[in-house]
């Protein structure tokens, strides 16, 4: 992978009605391959150009890390782990697990903020690793990324049968209107997307809040039967399920169950980090929005899978049926039988509306992370350079529309059905993840190891995490681990299935295939040009980039909310 970088963009288009010229001619402005030029060779772009606009606000990074990191996983997916573990198991898992998330946040916030830059982790991989490390690094989060968009539709068909036995509109014509809506989205300029964005992940603030603090409101006696029920299912089936076997190994397994949902269903840094090359005021905003995903993993994690807990017990025989039955919509949500139990009509039905738009507002964000990061990998000779040109907007045209056209794999449901289709991506990019996590910490090691050799001291470093080198170790470690326990069940006895095993494990292999693939062909190229790998002292640390960002810095004015309506957001996410 040719190790590039963004060159400060002096040619910025003025935004003349909020005075951001400034803020935008310094980096990250319009110029370069604008929609106009897209008639031209294919070769005039140089690879070093961003032509992303730092136009995202504080409170569109906040709502973009809620919107990308809440989906129907903590709704309705964790009622699957709570009959595995029971309630002590998930709480603790999850707890766990937003622990080792936060240490993998920590790493990020130094990076990032030192170099706000598009697709920064991926870039970071192939700059401060290797450059196949990167490339494979960089596929495995697009493909993670681009395999969500369908998911999240197909659950969006799915969770709208809730209110009707049968579809009130065909499958496909609703496959076909999440499509285009969320090609209109993203194919505006990119202040239109942090606007939806920021709305509709504020809808999923609203649901996880309303569901904790209903609760709360109903343990406490305030519900139709006036009964404080508190933590009774703590006691009677009681605080720990046991899985797959009986006695202590039974518990133990029914927590690893638990923990495997849990590295599924929390992430933070990845949502927040890819938002960094079109922040404005980056060295600003960027450390909030990262110190924000603390408060985000403990209140909606930490406290939603708490809350599962106490409204529900493990072994409630509707439940269960409900997945055995694959129930559409938010059927299976330990939320919605909590409500049915206590004979509450009408708070189901806006459970599941609000279901549908977290659904349809993750779909919204892996549409953006997943261009976003091929973007980053064409900039870098990691994908093909088509994928790097911008509309005048700042837009990443085709990189958006082959993420647009990998979501036509949702129509598959039309033949396959919906639950099948979700558990093929469900269990094909349940690793990935993980990896991602993985490659993030172990580039900031490589980072600490190249500012040493370089003679860069942390304290010169804009921001700087606590508990560093061994929070980073703690999550690489975690990670690891967790990547390959991720499928275990397939190997005890009796569970052995080909089809499972292969898509538990499929990007486990895929890594390494596309780094030794790359590393290969890259040897073959690197010795075509005469070049030698480079040692760390002589590792460049994006410094052309960095000198760009800082001459933006200086530049920057805030630009004034346009009303006071935005104001207020400002102040309460800024």
Not at 34 to 47: A, I, N, Q, R
Not at 165 to 183: E, F, K, P, Q, R
Not at 321 to 336: K, L, N, Q
Not at 411 to 431: D, E, K, M, R, Y
Request: with cysteine; glycine share 10%.
């Amino acid at each position: 992978m040719a190790a590039t970088g963004f060159s400060p963009n002096v040619g910025a288009e003025a935004d003349k009605r909020n005075g951001a010229a400034k803020n935008e001619k310094a980096y990250g402005g319009a110029g370069g391959d604008t929609f106009d030029d897209l008639e031209g060779d294919s070769g005039s772009l140089p690879p070093t150009y961003d032509n992303t606009h730092r136009t995202l606000k504080s409170r569109h990074i906040q709502l973009i890390g809620i919107g990308g990191t809440i989906g129907t996983a903590l709704y309705v997916q964790i009622g699957r782990a709570l009959m595995k573990g029971g309630p002590a198991s998930l709480f603790i898992a999850f707890t766990f697990w937003c622990a080792v998330i936060l240490c993998v946040n920590n790493s990020m916030s130094e990076m990032v903020t030192y170099l706000p830059i598009s697709s920064p982790f991926i870039r970071f991989a192939g700059r401060f690793v290797d450059d196949s490390f990167g490339v494979a690094a960089g596929w495995n989060f697009f493909i993670f990324e681009a395999a969500m968009v369908p998911f999240e539709i197909v659950a969006c068909t799915q969770i709208l049968r809730y209110w009707s036995g049968s579809t009130v509109l065909h499958d496909g014509v609703i496959i076909a209107i999440c499509i285009v809506l969320y090609g209109a989205i993203n194919m505006f300029l990119v202040k239109y997307y942090g606007e939806s964005e920021f709305w509709l992940a504020l809808g999923k603030l609203i649901l996880i809040v309303g569901l904790i603090a209903f609760t709360f409101i109903t343990m406490v006696g305030g519900n139709p039967a006036k009964d404080a029920y508190g933590f009774r299912y703590w006691n009677d089936p009681g605080a720990f399920a046991t899985h797959y076997t009986t006695g202590n190994l039974g518990h133990f397994l029914g927590f690893v169950a638990c923990l495997i949902q849990a590295s599924f269903t929390i992430a933070g840094p990845d949502y927040v980090a890819i938002t960094a090359g079109e922040a404005e005021n980056p060295r600003t905003v960027m450390p909030r929005a990262f110190k924000a995903v603390f408060y985000r993993l403990t209140a909606f994690f930490v406290l939603g899978s708490l809350a599962v807990g106490v409204v529900v017990p493990h072994d409630d025989p509707t439940m269960a049926a409900a997945f055995t039955d694959a129930r559409p919509g938010a059927a299976a949500s330990p939320y919605v039988i909590a409500m049915d139990r206590m004979n509450i009509r009408i708070l189901p039905h806006i459970v599941n509306a609000l279901v549908l738009s977290s659904a349809f507002s993750a779909g919204n964000s892996y549409v953006y992370c997943a261009s976003r990061c091929l973007y980053g990998m064409a900039l870098d000779g990691a994908a093909p350079r088509i994928f790097s040109r911008c509309t005048r907007g700042g837009v990443p045209i085709y990189a958006v529309a082959l993420v647009l056209a990998i979501a036509l794999l949702s129509f598959l449901q039309l033949s396959n059905g919906a639950a099948v289709v979700l558990s093929w991506f469900v269990s094909l990019v349940t690793a990935s993840q993980l990896i991602n996590f993985s490659v993030m910490s172990y580039s900031y090691l490589r980072f600490l190891r190249i500012l040493r050799a370089q003679g860069i001291s942390r304290d010169s470093l804009p921001h700087r995490a606590f508990w560093q080198p061994w929070s980073t170790y703690f999550a690489l470690t975690c990670t690891l681990v967790m990547m390959l326990v991720g499928g275990y069940e397939v190997f005890l006895p009796g569970n052995w299935d080909v089809p499972t095993f292969l898509f538990s494990y499929t990007m486990v292999a895929v890594f390494p295939v596309l780094y030794i693939a790359h590393r290969v062909w890259g040897k073959a190229g690197t010795r075509a040009r005469g070049r030698e790998r480079k040692s760390d002292a002589e590792v460049d640390v994006f410094e052309r980039e960095r000198e760009g960002i800082e001459e933006y810095q200086r530049a920057f004015v805030p630009a004034p909310p346009r009303n006071w309506v935005a104001g207020v957001w400002d102040k309460i996410f800024g």
